[in-house]
């Protein structure tokens, strides 16, 4: 990452730090760190009794924040999955955090990356992995699932209607080896008025998939309660309305069990004043709670 770039501008910073109401001494986890936007927020308000604990799929983001975060002394970083967040905390001999941020998706050093395959608009190896040590890629879904489970996935991640189309065409072009190819599949199965739209999904489809990302999440929602103090809270950042669904159900069955209390009644979306700054925080929905016992 070349410096003097921002790789990536972190989203509803001013709602995050208010929501997780930030102690100098306490102990705080970004379960998904990417390039240390809010984690910097975070960092700033910790005296050097307080703490975060970083954690990222994405070793290259492990690696920015090292050096991008080097001068604060009370940051831990992990190149982890979230959902294993009792392992990580127990390696830094921490029981109970005060304070959860799980910035969910992707950074836009990921997305505008030439080399990852996350946008239809960048042509590279159909690659899609989070984690670069992780054996499953894009482009084995692709080529070795069969026309049926591709157009299941499709529709089950995106809710594209032409998803038996777009497989139908994917099928007949294999092997599928670059981003192009995937998007003249999607090209041959869909009218010019809504292809960008189809694109995104699909490829956002293929993404959720190659990631584990919805079994993930849901993982770490029946856990974390046991990682939070009482008193502790916790942010959420989704941005697409299947998280955003896992998310707010989740804590609805948390608060009905009288673990939570949830702190946003309906989702928080960025200012018109963020979403002119940063196209990509358009979609944003942010939900906060906090562990009442
Ligand atoms: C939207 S970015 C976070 C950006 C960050 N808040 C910032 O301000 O720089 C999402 C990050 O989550 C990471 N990620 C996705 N799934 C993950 C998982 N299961 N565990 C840990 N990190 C994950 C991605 O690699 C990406 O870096």
Redesign the pocket.
């Known amino acids: 990452m070349r410096s003097g770039i921002n790789p990536?501008i972190?989203i509803m910073v001013k709602e995050v730090i208010q929501y997780l109401q930030i102690s100098k001494n306490g102990t705080y986890i970004?379960?998904?760190?990417?390039?240390?936007?809010?984690a910097r927020h975070i960092l700033e308000r910790l005296s050097l009794d307080g703490k975060l604990i970083g954690?990222?799929?994405?070793e290259k983001?492990i690696k920015y924040c090292k050096k991008s975060l080097s001068a604060y002394n009370n940051i831990q970083l992990f190149h982890n999955?979230?959902?294993k967040i009792k392992d990580v905390l127990s390696i830094s001999k921490i029981q109970k955090v005060d304070g959860m941020l799980l910035?969910?998706?992707?950074?836009s050093a990921?997305l505008d990356s030439k080399s990852r395959g996350f946008s239809y608009k960048i042509d590279s190896e159909l690659d899609m992995r989070?984690d670069l040590s992780q054996k499953f890629k894009a482009y084995d879904l692709l080529n070795i699932k069969s026309k049926k489970d591709i157009a299941d996935i499709i529709f089950k991640y995106s809710n594209e209607r032409r998803s038996r189309s777009i497989a139908n065409n994917i099928f007949k072009m294999r092997p599928i080896k670059n981003v192009f190819e995937l998007v003249e599949a999607i090209r041959k199965s869909t009218p010019p008025r809504n292809r960008y739209k189809t694109l995104a999904r699909v490829f956002q489809a293929i993404r959720i998939l190659v990631?584990n990302?919805l079994n993930?999440l849901e993982n770490f929602l029946s856990e974390f309660c046991n990682q939070l103090s009482v008193g502790g809270r916790i942010v959420f950042i989704s941005f697409h309305s299947l998280e955003d669904r896992i998310v707010k159900h989740a804590l609805k069955d948390l608060s009905f069990k009288k673990k939570i209390k949830i702190l946003t009644k309906r989702p928080m979306s960025p200012s018109q004043e963020e979403n002119d700054l940063n196209k990509r925080s358009r979609s944003a929905k942010l939900r906060a709670a906090e562990r009442i016992s």
């Open positions: 990536h972190p970004d379960c998904t760190i990417g390039y240390g936007g809010h954690i990222d799929k994405d983001a999955s979230y959902h910035d969910l998706g992707l950074s990921q989070f990631n990302e993930i």
